[in-house]
């Protein structure tokens, strides 16, 4: 079984940083990509950003400059530095993990639970 842990939500003022972590533990033999995304109120889930094993970046058009995602492939963990943080950032922050549990399988989607961040203003 795979866990997909987030930790690193709160509440900030508008302009404020927040670090989130993602950690994966468990029967995964490799992972491909690790990621973020999130989900306002009302809305659907959009792409954060997301971190391939090889360091291949990709990040959503409209957070290019705030946010950077970085990942240590040892440890199976992921993190998302946002700063300058606005009010519609409030949302809460999902950690998708694209993996492979045995030899043989193909890939799929493990994601954790979620981290609330709110921003006000």
């Known amino acids: 079984q795979v866990q997909v842990v987030e930790s690193g939500g709160g509440l900030v003022q508008a302009g404020g940083s927040l670090r989130l972590s993602c950690a994966t533990s468990?029967?995964?033999?490799?992972?491909?990509?690790m990621g973020w995304f999130r989900q306002a109120p009302g809305k659907q889930r959009e792409l954060v950003a997301t971190?391939?094993?090889?360091?291949?970046?990709n990040y959503a058009d409209s957070l290019k400059g705030r946010f950077t995602i970085s990942g240590d492939n040892a440890k199976n963990t992921v993190y998302l530095q946002m700063n300058s943080l606005k009010p519609e950032d409030t949302a809460v922050y999902y950690c998708?993990?694209?993996?492979?549990?045995?030899?043989?399988?193909?890939?799929?989607?493990?994601w954790g639970q979620g981290t609330q961040v709110t921003v006000s203003s």
């Open positions: 468990g029967n995964i033999l490799s992972i491909n990509v």
């Open positions: 998708l993990v694209l993996g492979v549990l045995r030899v043989g399988l193909p890939p799929d989607n493990y």
């Open positions: 971190f391939a094993s090889d360091g291949t970046t």
